[in-house]
């Protein structure tokens, strides 16, 4: 069985292919066609741009994703409907939509969201699923495939958000996460040079398992200004406000997903989502695992399945195998998409 998954949410345009045999997932491809630098210069995603994009790289991802084999043998076409970018999810779900009539095969919608925990292929519940980008940071407990339970989400900006806006405080450009995390690798003494950097950690420590990273933002801001310009422009000072930002982050990520998982007495932790691409916040929620809750699993993607992708889309797809349709014209788009 050969699934063909295909993603638009927001800036990248992604297409994958997927072969199931003897119940053994094989990725065959993972084509992603990116628009980082062309939304660089807007310090974030233009919509309308986007969609001029996608709309002129879907038929050539799609190419290279299905040149090794007949269009034939293709079984199932997988589209996420949502959450996302509006006018992006639509040129992704119109092609899923003619290309499923076309081929005479079924059709099934996938949620952006859900795609970014089953990539994993998770099998152990009850589970903590931390959803973690740029649009997301929301914790869910999961009882089984479609069991979900949300018991925690940001109130304000998501953690992927908030690296973006302190680059941008600090004028290290777009998209924020990997400039961030790179900057703060590149501290040679340990040793803060710059005085009095410590950030807060918002909603650590309260009961609930929601977040907030708004303030986070904020207190860079204000710490930024109160800095004398020769300061706030020395590579010392950006690189140890990277590292406390990240930390930072990281901290409350790891605190409120270890409590909730706790709490809930689950078997097994998952992550998903752009920013656990971050390698300082994976392997230190290894550790923590392993030192506060060592007989639960432990389940991260590969980092080239954590940002948005199509094989997560067609590996939802094979989950969701028995819920296909041929009434392309139903398939419709949901920004707001819940699980």
Known sequence: MKILGIDTS????????????NSKLKILSNII??????????????????????????????????????????????VTNGPGLEPCLWQGVNFANELA???????????????????????????????VSGGHTTLFLMKGIRKYMLIGETRDDAAGECFDKVARILGLGYPGGPIVAEMATKIKN????IKNIKLPRPMMYQKNYDFSFSGLKTAVLYDYRSRPSKIRKSKQYIREMCREVQQAIIDVLIH??????????????????????????????QEKIRKEIPN????IPDTKYCTDNAAMVAVTAYFHKKETTKNWQKIEVNANLKI
């Open 256 to 285: 409120k997903t270890i409590k909730a998982a706790k709490d809930f007495r689950v078997k097994s932790i998952i992550l998903g989502g752009g920013v656990v691409a971050n390698e300082e916040l994976r392997k230190q929620f």
């Open 101 to 131: 009539k076309n081929l005479k095969v079924s059709l099934i919608p996938v949620n952006h969201i859900e795609a970014h925990i089953l990539v994993n292929s998770p099998k152990i519940f009850p589970a903590v699923c931390l959803v």
């Open 190 to 193: 340990k040793k803060l040079k």
């Open 296 to 299: 639960t699993e432990y389940l």
């Open 33 to 78: 066609s990116s628009q980082v630098k062309l939304h660089a210069k807007y310090g974030g995603v233009y919509p309308s741009l986007a969609k001029r994009e996608h709309i002129k790289n879907l038929p050539l991802v799609f190419r290279r994703a299905t040149k090794r084999i007949k269009l034939s043998e293709i079984d199932l076409v997988s």
């Open 10 to 21: 927001c800036d990248d345009t992604c297409v994958a292919l997927l072969e199931i045999r």
